[in-house]
């Protein structure tokens, strides 16, 4: 083995007998409450979520027409006589 194997071994052996240290996330949380120190949530952008809403919708709809459009790629002549075929019934 070599030399550098060996002192990479001597430091994970090392590592591990080595405790992980302590963390009170708590404390500091609850000081930062107690002094008045949160952050406030910014009020809801409503032209975005307007925008947004929009264009959820305008994507449904495309989805819709592309998987309408795609049942006709499977059968081509289907597709071209589905409106025929409501009329001749």
């Known amino acids: 083995m070599s030399e ?22 708590t404390a500091a949380v ?6 008045g120190q949160v952050t406030r949530v910014e009020p809801v952008d409503w032209a975005r979520v307007l925008f947004g809403s929009a264009t959820v919708a305008t994507a449904a709809a495309v989805l819709i027409a592309a998987f309408v459009m795609w049942q ?3 059968d081509p002549l289907a597709g071209l006589l589905s409106p025929i075929d409501l009329v001749m019934r």
Do not use: C, D, K, Y
């Open 4 to 25: 550098l194997w060996r002192q990479f071994e001597e430091q994970m052996r090392a590592a591990r007998g080595e405790r992980s240290p302590e963390v009170h996330v």
């Open 30 to 35: 609850t000081r930062r409450i107690a002094a």
């Open 72 to 74: 006709g790629v499977n």
